[in-house]
C-alpha cells in the first residue's frame, strides 16, 4: 500500500533544503544539497532538477505517491505565470522554472517565491499563526521581505518586499545586481562572513559562517557593522536596475491610479 506526498524544494543561494511531507505536513525525509551558483543559473536549474529527481527516488524506495511539487526561488518571481523573473545571486532571467521542472519530473510543480512562502508558513504554522498583519524578515545570501496585510499576501507583481537592492551606502560595494551599496552588500549574511573575513583574516563561508563570528561577540567592525553600518542609516535611492526600476514603475501605476 501506498502513502500519498509532496514534495518541497527551498532553493537558496547557498544551499537547496528539500523534503518529502506527508498529508500532515509531517516531513518523511529531509535533505541538503549546495546551490551551485558560481557556475551559472544553467547549472543551478540543472541542480535543482536533480534534488528533485533525487526526492522522486527517496520516495518510490519509501513506497510514497509523490502528488506534486513545491518549488520556491528568491528573487523577483512572478506567481501567476509561474516564471522566475530575475534574480541578482542566482544570475537567471524571465524562465519558466514551473513548466521546466515539470517536464523533467513528470510531477505537477507549483513555483513560488522563498520568503514570500515563508511568511505564509510562518502565519499558518509558525511565530505568526493568527496574526493578520504579518513582516517577515529572513536575512541569508540575500534579503528579502514578506508582508501580510490583513491576513492577505502583498505581491506587488512580484516585486514586494524586494529589500534587497535598495541603496543604503551611496558608492559602496558592488552587488551582484549590478549596482553598488544595496543593502545586501551590508547586512546580509554573505556580506558580514566577507567583511569579517577581509577585517579579521579568518575565512568564514557564507550565511552559515556568518553565524559564528556574530554568535561569538566579535566587534561591529570585524562583523561588518561599523562604518558601512552606520552609512546604512542614510536615506535610501532607487535607481535603474531590474529590482528598483520594477519598484518605481508600480509607484507611477499607484499614484495615477493604475
Known sequence: MTTDCVIALDVGGTGMKGALLDRDTRPVLTVRRPTPRRSGPQEVVREITAALRGLLAE???????VRGAGVVVPGIV???RQRAVYSA???WRDLPLAEVFARETGLPVVLGHDVRAG???EQCLGAARGAQDVLFVPVGTG???AVLSEGRLVRGGGYAGEI???EVEPGGRPCACGARGCLETVASASAIATVYTELSGRPVDG???SRRPVAGGRSPGACGLGPGGRRARRGVRHDNHPVRAGHRRRRRRTLRGG
Open 59 to 65: 520516495a518510490a524506495v519509501r513506497r510514497l505517491d
Open 78 to 80: 512572478d506567481e501567476e
Open 89 to 91: 545571486n542566482l544570475g
Open 119 to 121: 511568511g505564509m508558513a
Open 143 to 145: 534579503i528579502s521581505a
Open 164 to 166: 534587497g537592492h535598495m
Open 207 to 209: 550565511a552559515a559562517g
